[in-house]
């Protein structure tokens, strides 16, 4: 059976954060969606949990993986809908009406990739933190495309060290299929393996690579990442915003 979109969630011992994101799956009021649950093993008490939704989701393997991107490449081979997007343990979508907001008009074929700005949780409150695809830094959580790119540009590459292959994988996107929506299509807490250094100084200097951001604006992220602990978190994020406002290629 074909769908106009594959949800994917990837999850480990997981006990914590999978209902959460189940229940914001399941309460979207867009219901022309497949869900697939890709467990690697876990050992804690999260497929208990995958048993009692099992008859509401349409696909679940639980085995053991080569890390992270190697269970999304499962989902995503095993995925049937037009579109996909990964909505791994712990993320949420923003609201339950955002897929129905996004899918309500016709999206033109030359369209491939949808993205949005994306809430943040920093402390007890939910910020709006903005993305921009000719800036780098997209999170997968804000990110509905087309399967066919895997037909251009490949899967998502597996090794143990290398935690930022979905931002490589984003960065191969021809910009002219690109589009941003007002619709913000997710939220989540942060603390990601892909947010985390040494992960996220190297998706900065893939931005520089990929002609995304400056050098100069490279060294300044990297010099807050350094010291980010002694600045107050309201101060790193005006400067981050202003390099977001002002950044881009030079």
């Not at 867009?30 to 048993?51: H, K």
């Not at 909505?87 to 899918?103: P, R, Y």
């Not at 949005?116 to 990110?143: A, E, T």
Request: hydrophobic content about 40%; proline content about 3%.
């Amino acid at each position: 059976m074909n769908y106009k979109l594959s949800i994917i969630t990837v999850c480990y011992n997981a006990e914590n954060e999978i209902v959460r994101t189940i229940e914001s799956v399941f309460t979207q009021t867009f219901n022309d969606f497949e869900y697939i649950i890709v467990d690697g093993s876990s050992t804690d008490s999260t497929l208990n949990i995958l048993n009692k939704y099992k008859s509401s989701i349409q696909q679940i393997i639980s085995e053991p993986d080569k890390g992270i991107y190697d269970a999304m490449n499962k989902g995503i081979k095993m995925a049937n809908g037009e579109w996909v997007i990964m909505m791994n343990a712990g993320d949420q979508f923003a609201s339950n009406t955002v897929l129905d907001e996004i899918f309500s008009s016709d999206i033109p074929d030359s369209i491939d990739f949808v993205y949005s700005d994306v809430f943040v949780k920093n402390r007890n409150f939910w910020n709006i933190c903005p993305m921009d695809f000719d800036k780098g830094g997209l999170n997968h959580q804000c990110v509905i495309y087309r399967k066919r790119l895997h037909q251009s540009i490949g899967y998502y590459i597996v090794t143990p060290k290398l935690i930022i292959s979905d931002y490589l994988f984003f960065l191969q996107v021809p910009r002219e299929s690109v589009m941003k929506t007002s619709h913000i299509i997710a939220k989540y807490e942060g603390g990601g393996a892909s947010s985390k250094f040494p992960a996220r100084t190297y998706a900065l200097c893939a931005d520089v690579v990929f002609r995304r951001r400056s050098f100069s604006e490279l060294l300044i992220l990297l010099l807050l990442q350094k010291i980010g602990d002694f600045i107050p978190s309201s101060l790193k994020y005006k400067i981050k915003k202003h390099i977001w406002k002002n950044g881009g290629k030079k």
